[in-house]
């Protein structure tokens, strides 16, 4: 069946970095727009950033943009999040999601937590 | 803060009908998706496009726009139907998505 997997999440200092990673099966990753998306603790969703199926094309929400990397590795059916000098306001969990066409989120991983405290 | 708004709260009788809006200037260019998110899990897709509906996804469930509002609407509310609801489109931009607050349906 389709299934993404999140995994990498975790505690980190203010300052850190943690790189998330998201496992694809059930579909043909390499012909789909992928998408990182967070929800703080209690609070709502927030798009982070996409990559297009081939990794040419990327965008970053402006809270992430110059901290986060999104990359993607279609022979091994995965999605990263390199997330470098974290802040305190980053801590959400992290789901990825396969995009259709319109920024349209079909399926869900079932997210993996990052705290970002001292 | 949020591109799309939609109101923090909605209650429904069981059975009846409810609809859940959500505005923003980029609704009026671009149609919006809604997703259902239970407590504890990740957010399921209900209603994408003009009025469209994924596999699993009951027919009570539907959509529509109007100018800057998009609308979900619930016909014949079911107890399994309270859940938090996010609208989501594209920025002004067209690059980025945006999601609304979210609304918290409660069924009574």
């Known amino acids: 069946q389709v299934q993404l997997v999140e995994s990498g999440g975790g505690l980190v200092k203010p300052g850190g970095s943690l790189r998330l990673s998201c496992a694809a099966s059930g579909f043909t990753f390499s012909d789909y727009y992928m998408s990182w998306i967070r929800q703080a603790p209690g609070k709502g969703l927030e798009w982070v950033s996409y990559?297009?199926?081939?990794?040419?094309?990327?965008y970053y929400a402006d809270s992430v943009k110059g901290r986060f990397t999104i990359s993607r590795d279609n022979a091994k059916n995965s999605l990263y999040l390199q997330m470098n000098s974290l802040r305190a306001e980053d801590t959400a969990v992290y789901y990825c999601a396969r995009q259709e066409v319109g920024l349209v989120f079909d399926i869900w991983g079932q997210g993996t937590m990052v705290t970002v405290s001292s | 803060s949020s591109e799309l708004t939609q109101d923090p709260a909605v209650s429904v009788a069981l059975g009846q009908t409810v609809r859940i809006t959500c505005q923003g200037d980029s609704l009026r260019s671009y149609y919006a998706s809604w997703y259902q998110q239970k407590p504890g899990q990740a957010p399921v897709l209900v209603i994408y496009g003009k009025n469209n509906r994924p596999s699993g996804i009951p027919d009570r469930f539907s959509g529509s726009s109007s100018g800057n509002t998009a609308s979900l609407t619930i016909t014949g509310a079911q107890a399994e139907d309270e859940a938090d609801y996010y609208c989501?489109?594209?920025?002004?931009?067209?690059?980025?998505?945006?999601f609304g607050g979210g609304t918290q349906l409660t069924v009574l």
């Open positions: 990559i297009s199926s081939s990794g040419s094309t990327i």
């Open positions: 989501n489109s594209r920025d002004s931009s067209g690059n980025h998505a945006v």
